[in-house]
């Protein structure tokens, strides 16, 4: 086989080589574009202590009212409807990007919380959501005792 240089030049072999994995790469590249799927709506935040889970939800232009908020166990599930934006008569549509609809996002908790102290607010379009840590879920100090 010529896998040596050739004059100079690299071999027919090393460049059909390489030629072959430039197109791999291309219909790897468009395959992954095209099988993407849409990220999970609301983006959300969820961070512990010790005291329970906070989970922050980005929400713009949802009335408060339109929001379910719902804690089963360990499951807290976020439901609502973001309405259309009303176009004054005789506008025309250029673009329109923001999302408009029904959604429902369940988010599945590091433990159960208390279903009744949960807490949640809405505030420039972000939805904070406290949950406390059941009492028999937090982590308890165990005193050693010397023998």
Do not use: C
């Not at 512990?48 to 599930?77: F, K, R, Y």
């Amino acid at each position: 086989m010529l896998t040596r240089p050739f004059w100079g030049y690299t071999s027919p072999w090393q460049e059909m080589n390489r030629l072959q994995r430039e197109i791999n790469r291309l219909f790897s590249d468009l395959s992954q574009g095209m099988v993407s799927t849409a990220p999970a709506y609301p983006a959300v935040n969820v961070w512990t202590n010790q005291e329970g889970v906070v989970v922050t939800a980005e929400l713009p232009g949802i009335n408060p009212d339109d929001l379910n908020i719902s804690v089963l166990g360990n499951v807290l599930t976020l439901s609502g409807k973001r309405e259309p934006e009303a176009i004054q008569e005789g506008g025309k549509v250029h673009r329109r990007e923001r999302g408009y609809g029904q959604f429902t996002r369940s988010i599945q908790l590091p433990f159960d919380v208390d279903a009744n102290k949960v807490e949640a607010t809405y505030k420039n379009g972000v939805l904070t959501v406290t949950l406390p840590r059941l009492e028999e879920e937090k982590p308890k100090k165990i005193a050693v005792k010397a023998a």
